[in-house]
């Protein structure tokens, strides 16, 4: 089955720059999502279609591609940015939803 | 407001069923594809069912597939989950969310949004 790959942890100070990447073989070819989820929350999409912002999401969140991986970037972190992320793509048939593992944004 | 409730869940016995419903409000359902979505406590998130705006295709994850089915009422603006042959592995919390929105011609992609308030089904005897 298809996967998609995510580091488990990142790690930044207020006001760095945090990057978050996911690597998949069909993501050249297939849209991909972010999502933000907190403690108990249901989770919020930040970045839709590779690098489109949702109206609400502050301008810090943006996104990027370059061959099999995409980037979730983070410019000027923010307390309230420490959460779980979730990149979300489809195979390459455009039939099967998956989700990477998740990657846990710590603010230091 | 564009709204997911969901109601169902609850504590079922490995082997049984159980059925969760999915209310949305606030948009036009008929025009949005949908998914279930699971997420063990302290785990990641696991994509369940689609559902496309007729209901005629539905696609599966592996972990469930013939023991899930994913349907839709759009006069009632709700989607549901039948889980059928429930088994300890299924414990979670399960999510609906809106897909897609889609014509007849083609479909707009926003990622997943918004999410319902989620359901925890604890399978366990």
């Known amino acids: 089955s298809y996967e998609l790959t995510q580091s488990p942890s990142v790690s930044v100070s207020p006001g760095q720059t945090a990057r978050i990447t996911c690597s998949g073989d069909a993501l050249p070819k297939q849209y991909t999502h972010w999502y933000q989820q907190k403690p108990g929350q249901a989770p919020v999409v930040v970045i839709y279609?590779?690098?489109e912002r949702p109206s609400g999401i502050p301008e810090r969140f943006s996104g990027s591609t370059s061959g099999t991986t995409v980037t979730l970037t983070i410019s000027g972190v923010q307390a309230e940015d420490e959460a779980d992320y979730y990149c979300q793509s489809v195979d390459s048939s455009g039939t099967y939803r998956v989700f990477g593992g998740g990657t846990k944004l710590t603010v230091l | 407001e564009v709204q997911l409730v969901q109601s169902g869940g609850g504590l079922v016995q490995p082997g049984g069923s159980l059925r969760l419903s999915c209310a949305a409000s606030g948009f036009i359902f008929s025009s949005y594809e949908m998914n279930w979505v699971r997420q063990v406590p302290g785990k990641g998130l696991e994509w369940v069912s689609y559902i496309s705006i007729s209901g005629s295709t539905t696609y599966y994850a592996d972990s469930v597939k013939g023991r899930f089915t994913m349907s839709r009422d759009n006069a009632k603006n709700s989607v549901y989950l039948q889980m059928n042959s429930l088994r300890a592995e299924d414990t979670a919390v399960y999510y609906c969310?809106?897909?897609?929105?889609?014509?007849?011609?083609?479909?707009?992609?926003?990622?997943?949004?918004?999410w319902g308030q989620g359901t925890l089904v604890t399978v366990s005897s």
């Open positions: 279609k590779n690098n």
């Open positions: 969310a809106r897909d897609a929105y889609c014509t007849t011609t083609s479909c707009s992609l926003r990622g997943f949004d918004p």
